[in-house]
């Protein structure tokens, strides 16, 4: 049974920062593309970031801010969270996808869609207050 478990959020001000973590069980990670995706209250869920075996993908919105990364022996990818903003307001859920299936693909806005995540957690609330 695969478990996908977020952890990190939490209430902090502007400009501070948070690390997001999401650990995964019951499958052979190295073979699995991990994003980040949010959802703000009345918003329609975004992607975030992605990262596969290569280069990391961005939403426009918080490339320069957010970094992501993996550590394959642990089963965790990590989403670092710097100069917060309180837009960045939302629930972070964390997801997994077979590598040989997702594909990342930039929005007309500027975000990042993420096709192909099969495995997603329960979230974690993160809220920046001005």
């Known amino acids: 049974q695969v478990q996908v478990v977020e952890s990190g959020g939490g209430l902090v001000q502007a400009g501070g920062s948070l690390r997001l973590s999401c650990t995964v069980s019951?499958?052979?990670?190295?073979?699995?593309?991990m994003g980040w995706f949010r959802q703000a209250p009345g918003k329609e869920r975004e992607g975030v970031s992605a990262?596969?075996?290569?280069?990391?993908y961005y939403a426009d919105s918080v490339k320069g801010r957010f970094t992501i990364s993996r550590d394959n022996a642990k089963n965790t990818v990590y989403l670092q969270m710097n100069s917060l903003k309180p837009e960045d307001t939302a629930m972070y859920y964390c997801?997994?996808?077979?590598?040989?299936?997702?594909?990342?693909?930039?929005?007309?806005?500027?975000?990042?869609?993420?096709?192909?995540?099969?495995?997603w957690g329960k979230g974690t609330l993160v809220t920046i207050s001005s």
């Open positions: 990262i596969g075996s290569g280069r990391p």
């Open positions: 997801a997994a996808g077979p590598l040989s299936v997702v594909v990342v693909t930039t929005t007309p806005d500027n975000g990042i869609r993420v096709d192909g995540m099969d495995y």
């Open positions: 019951g499958l052979t990670f190295d073979d699995y593309a």
